[in-house]
């Protein structure tokens, strides 16, 4: 049982995946800290000095100068400046896999065409397999 399980671990296909996800990993706090750090204190600027992360509703009515606070102490919120955050991270992720894989694309050869299979009834052009000897349409000797 553990060659086999070493046989599949090995397997190229696996080691890839793993390679992407660690890459994926490492990329995504990349990204965290371009939204968080760059992105949005600039938007905070450019809207009046918000900060979307401290915009909150809390569920117990009593108010709360930052979301910190009502979590202090122990108040129940909706968080919906920190999904504005993660949706915007999720659009420049998004973005930016989008032009990678656009770029990588490029650069690849174009596949060849697929091989024909098939070819036109010289009296019907219907279509017909190239081995067929009489065409299944009009019933023409091929």
Do not use: H, W
Request: hydrophobic content about 50%.
């Amino acid at each position: 049982m553990f060659a086999e399980f070493k046989k599949f671990v090995m397997r190229g296909n696996v080691l890839d995946l793993a390679i992407g996800v660690i890459i994926g990993a490492a990329f995504g706090k990349i990204v965290t800290s371009l939204v968080n750090d760059i992105l949005m204190p600039v938007v905070g600027l450019a809207a009046g000095g918000m900060d979307f992360s401290n915009f909150f509703v809390s569920l117990n009515g009593q108010s709360y100068p930052t979301l910190a606070a009502a979590k202090a102490a122990g108040a129940p919120t909706i968080n919906y400046g920190l999904f504005v955050n993660t949706v915007l991270e999720f659009m420049i992720v998004a973005f930016v896999i989008f032009v990678i894989v656009k770029q990588v694309n490029r650069f690849m050869p174009a596949p060849p065409p697929p091989a024909t299979s098939t070819k036109d009834c010289p009296q019907c052009f219907t279509k017909i397999p190239i081995p067929a000897k009489r065409c299944p349409a009009c019933t023409s000797a091929l």
